[in-house]
């Protein structure tokens, strides 16, 4: 494809400035700006580059940053299908570097602005899912890393769905977090360096941690394979539970389905996955098939009737 770099839109500047490998942009911003502290963030903003490298089909620039490329780079992104959520995520990002970049002379001052995405309806899982996903993870018989697929699957899912911790954190849970007895769980490693969350599990749960720890002898009990891995096996237990196998069907899907239930059982949802406020729960977490108590259809008499219906039936 044809690039567009600062030489496109503005005449002058020197090859060195425009010549700076975004990779290395990247970095710099990453090493001067002390309110980055999530190792997440740092990875989301590696991916971005990486992902706007493959747009160019070239290795990005500095320069590379033009209103031009990432409008490109917005309906490329859209073209293989991509969320618009992700796109909004992965467009941020490569405009916070636009914005570091002419700060720093390496590109004009982008006037292109990210769009916001649109939030989707929250999707979770409803009860009869729920219990067929475990069903699956009961007979899965695939091994994970020399462990038994039912054991870690089966433990994996329990504490996502008590604790309504993030896969990333979950995988990083410590043995010594562990505590059986108590059954007590707790996170440490959490998105944007969130305080520790502490919560109980049931009795079920914790038995299944406790088979899962004698399985094998590592420091983390989750933390047998990259979390990329373990999507490939909950994909294998949604294709056996007969469930969706789409994105809004992963591991996130379970922590959505615990504020849902949780919500509709009279509980702390917004607590409960330590959330700010409550607008943020509501918004994207609550699934409203399953929080909403109550239809207007619940409450509309049937315009047809029995007869009505039966009439209908006949073409009369």
């Known amino acids: 494809m044809e690039l567009w770099g600062e030489d496109s839109t503005q005449p002058g500047g020197s090859s060195e400035r425009l010549s700076v490998e975004l990779e290395e942009l990247c970095d710099q911003y990453v090493q001067t700006n002390p309110e980055i502290q999530s190792k997440e963030t740092v990875r989301l903003l590696r991916l971005s580059v990486r992902h706007f490298g493959q747009f160019l089909d070239d290795k990005p620039l500095a320069a590379h940053l033009v209103d031009r490329n990432l409008i490109g780079y917005v309906q490329h992104r859209r073209a293989l299908g991509r969320a618009e959520t992700t796109i909004e995520r992965e467009t941020a990002k490569l405009f916070t570097l636009a914005r570091y970049a002419a700060r720093n002379g390496h590109a004009p001052d982008p006037r292109f602005r990210p769009k916001k995405a649109r939030v989707d309806i929250p999707v979770a899982f409803m009860r009869h899912e729920v219990r ?8 899965y018989k695939r091994t994970i890393a020399g462990v038994p697929g039912d054991i870690f699957m089966v433990a994996l899912l329990l504490v996502c769905w008590d604790t309504a911790e993030r896969i990333g954190a979950v995988i990083k849970i410590e043995r010594g977090d562990i505590d059986l007895r108590g059954r007590w769980v707790t996170s440490r490693e ?15 749960t914790a038995k299944a941690l406790a088979s899962l720890m004698d399985a094998h002898d590592g420091p983390r009990p989750f933390g047998l394979l990259k979390r ?20 809004k069907h992963k591991f996130h899907c379970l922590r959505r389905s615990h504020a849902s239930w949780l919500h509709r059982a009279g509980g702390d949802s917004r607590d409960s996955l330590d959330h700010e406020s409550d607008q943020t729960t509501r918004t994207y977490y609550h699934d409203p098939r399953i929080t909403r108590r109550w239809n207007p259809v619940d409450f509309l008499f049937d315009p047809m009737g029995p007869w009505g219906r039966l009439l209908a039936r006949f073409g009369l």
């Open 228 to 247: 990329e891995s373990l999507y490939y096996h909950l994909n294998r237990l949604l294709v056996d539970a007969g469930l969706p196998v789409d994105r």
């Open 190 to 204: 959490r998105k944007r360096n969130g305080k520790p969350l502490i919560r109980r599990v049931r009795r079920r």
């Open 132 to 139: 067929a996903l475990f069903r699956a993870a009961n007979r």
